[in-house]
């Protein structure tokens, strides 16, 4: 057997590891610069993704939350200025950035990056995690939360209220957690958040036993005069319970009848053949409607074959925006899905892109739908051609440590000094 103590230690090996280490995050910092830059040009929708977290997922095989964090990490480096600085240098890791950008500002960026620079990452996330747990405390204040509503003459409903700083930080937590469609921005962004909040506590309710599990949404509209709009009238006769209400010739409302459209056991098992949103590159499994390929109006049936589970936001772009969906049988006989987006280019499927000999070019979007993303490569903000790779040692992310454990109790209560009373 093989005596590993006995096995010399190469100091060599350690010191590529820390250098190569040191280049990755610079590779980093390009990497969250030309994120950041194809997040402010809306680049993600180009393939009918909602954010750019998903398409990252979908194109480059990073993981949800990871990719989430990048994104916020790329914004956050965006506000600031001392930091990146020392990112684009190396001398900082991207644990520490990360850790840093959940409460830096620039009034308190210098400060923290002193801490990083003298403390290991372990040291550096409790340091940030203990400072933004004093500061969240702080800004709690006690007073009352009122809400008022009336309609105005559209038969809108009109919100006037205030919040607690402790209800409001749950309301925008809750608001955050939802994934609003990405064509929207600025207050409707706000209204669509709040609807998906909804829809969540409905579903939660419905688990409870207390809803019909079948009725998902009951719509009560007359399909001869309703004012809505074609598309959006499809888009939510797909999935939902329709109640027509009739009158006989003297006018007097007849009793109002319910017509089912996705049956109980025929909605379990869409969900078992599809598991989720079957649009190219998403995985939402949850809030999902029964799409019909062939819409049921126009004469296509209720069946297995010409259902396909979408997400709302996904739903919203077949119906609203110009994409599509469309039937093709494969060799067994099942029938497979291919999505096209607004010019007629097929979507390509994810396993194709990890499977296939060539990576496809991203989809020219619709100029009157999509903006265009700039220009930019990696080389605008990491000039590898100029990279002196001597500025790099294998101590360059090696922190000033002491030989006594951090107080974390004082920094902390430096930090909040420089806090507004």
Request: a negative charge; aromatic letters at 6%; one cysteine or more.
């Amino acid at each position: 057997m093989k005596n590993n103590h006995l096995v010399p230690f190469d100091t060599t090996l350690g010191e590529q590891i820390c250098s190569l280490y040191a280049q990755i995050n610079l590779a980093t910092y390009a990497l969250l610069k030309l994120i950041h830059a194809f997040d402010e040009n809306r680049g993600y929708a180009r393939e009918g993704c909602k954010t750019t977290a998903q398409w990252l997922t979908y194109r480059c095989g990073i993981g949800p939350a990871a990719a989430r964090e990048k994104v916020r990490v790329g914004r956050a480096l965006h506000e600031l200025d001392v930091i990146p600085a020392a990112f684009a240098e190396g001398r900082i890791s991207y644990s520490k950035v990360r850790a840093m950008t959940r409460v830096a500002t620039v009034d308190n960026e210098q400060r923290l990056l002193n801490i990083a620079l003298h403390a290991n990452a372990a040291q550096t996330e409790t340091v940030m995690r203990q400072y933004r747990q004093t500061l969240t405390v702080k800004q709690v204040q006690e007073d009352a939360s009122t809400l008022s509503y009336s309609r105005d003459s559209a038969g809108g409903l009109v919100f006037k209220g205030r919040l607690s700083a402790e209800h409001g930080m749950l309301l925008l937590q809750a608001l955050e957690a939802v994934e609003p469609p990405a064509e929207v921005s600025g207050h409707q962004r706000n209204a669509e958040c709040l609807m998906g909040v909804v829809e969540q506590a409905l579903a939660a309710k419905q688990a409870n036993g207390r809803v019909s599990s079948a009725d998902r949404f009951q719509i009560h509209i007359d399909l001869d005069s309703s004012p809505l709009a074609e598309p959006l009238k499809e888009r939510l006769l797909c999935d939902a319970s329709v109640v027509t209400h009739r009158c006989d010739e003297q006018g007097t409302p007849l009793p109002a009848s319910k017509t089912r459209l996705v049956s109980g056991p025929l909605r379990r098992a869409l969900h078992k053949r599809d598991g989720g949103c079957r649009f190219p590159g998403c995985d939402h499994n949850r809030f999902v409607d029964a799409h019909h390929v062939h819409h049921w109006s126009k004469g296509g049936k209720t069946e297995l074959n010409n259902l396909v589970l979408l997400c709302r936001f996904h739903h919203r772009l077949i119906h609203e925006q110009g994409y599509r969906v469309h039937r093709e049988l494969v060799d067994d006989g099942s029938v497979d899905f291919v999505f096209r987006d607004p010019e007629g280019n097929v979507l390509p499927a994810v396993a194709d892109q990890l499977t296939g000999p060539v990576v496809p070019e991203p989809i020219p979007s619709s100029a009157s739908a999509m903006n265009e993303l700039e220009n930019v490569s990696a080389e605008t903000f990491f000039p590898y051609e100029t990279f002196d790779a001597q500025a790099i040692d294998p101590y360059t992310l090696t922190p000033e440590l002491g030989h006594k454990p951090p107080d974390y109790h004082y920094i902390n209560f430096v930090l909040m000094q420089h806090e507004d009373p």
